[in-house]
């Protein structure tokens, strides 16, 4: 061994390095180790980490759901109670245009007693036909029934005591007696005012619509025509809801087309609108008017339903036609015509022949010659009829307005007619000749030419009259 020999026969320096390469190798290994040892440490803390967070989150998702579900439920009961209360107070809404859908005259009459009949009359008149609708109307247990009647008390009543209908203070009375008998029908005064009624009912229709406890709205305004864009609006935009119409003066041709639900209940409402009531009995019109069709019960595209009418209370013209002219039309016996009995000559149609400057110039379309001059007392008496007799109506030979505030039932003589004209002629002249310089219609009643201009003022300058303030020779501003 002492030649450096070791053991195996390898030498002692290649046998320590040996060991060394050994050692570093195991050293290698335990640092590795360890590092292994560290980073499972430090990833084990972090999912701890992370697991308490998740841990927290979860708790407080357990809460949130707990917390909602508890609200769910008590949601769920308020809306089980509100869906119970819906259903439990129910009601059914009466709108009623008073301008127009007048009570029945008996009614009136009776004032306040008749008021209070009359309230009672129209409940129990909608809760009898209420009660065959149920299922229909998601209608259980018991309802209420809601009634507005809008109307210009002062102006109605006016017209109504000056054609004898009634007594001063009768309608007021009867009104009284209406809102006094139960509290959920009232009438509602809406003074003077262009359309003050229908503004007010098209804002309650609105509101009633909106609220689902109203299962029903029963109408009293199909007579006028002006409801018509507002139902049609209303029934394209609720088309399930139930609108219903009150029959009672012959429905208006457009509310009439649009085939509306209607009940009829005559005992209550007058057959007959206020321009018929307070304009006296119907009397025979021109052939183009005849009201029979107006008055068949069902002619308006009805469903035949009734509200209790009795047959005791149907109108009739063939009655109304025999019966006496009302106190107003009495004609003074002395009334003549100034001169000897006028006629009117034939309007004359003048056409634009040639050309030029003179041509262009020319008078065309139709030239109107003017009514003669009537006595004063006549002029008078067509002034002062109430209401107005209607122009077209006797001017013309047809009125189409539905309906007319002006009255169809005078019996007018040919020289009534003609004063009627030599007023109107005197009194407006005619647009379309102001404006265009012509006028085409040859049944044109208006005034074609003023009749205050002297001769010596239609030949000089532009033939207007003295007067500045003419509504014939002025322009219009």
Known sequence: MSNGIGVHGISNSALLKTYKDRFEALSETERQKDELIVDLLQQNERLTHLLERIEDDLEREKSYARSSQKEIRDLKAQNGDAEEKLMSYPYIQVLIDGDGMLFHLDLLKKKKDGGSEAAELLLQDVRELTRTKRDELCIKGDFEIRALVFANLDGLS???????????????????????RLEHVNFIDVGYGKEMADSKIRGEFLFHLKDPRCRLILFGGGHDNGYAPFLKTCTATNPNYPIWLLEGPPMAREISSMNLPSRSCYTIFSRESQNEITSGSPVSSPALLTPTASLNGHANGTNGGTFGGS???????????VAP?????????????????????TAKTITIGGSGAASANAPRGIQHSMVPSADAERVNYIKNLSPRACNNFYLRGACYNQPCPYSHKYKLSNEDVKTLKYIIERSKPCQQLKKRGFCEDEKCYYGHQCPFRTNAEAAQGDGRCSNYYCRFCQEDE
């Open 325 to 345: 002219a009302p106190p107003t039309l009495i004609r003074p016996v002395s009334i003549q015509y100034n001169s000897s009995s006028p006629v009117m000559e």
């Open 311 to 321: 047959d005791s209370t149907k109108f009739s013209y063939a009655s109304a036609a």
């Open 158 to 180: 006016k017209a109504l005591v000056k054609s004898n209908v009634l007594k001063p203070g009768d309608l007021q009375q009867f009104f009284t007696g209406f809102t006094q």
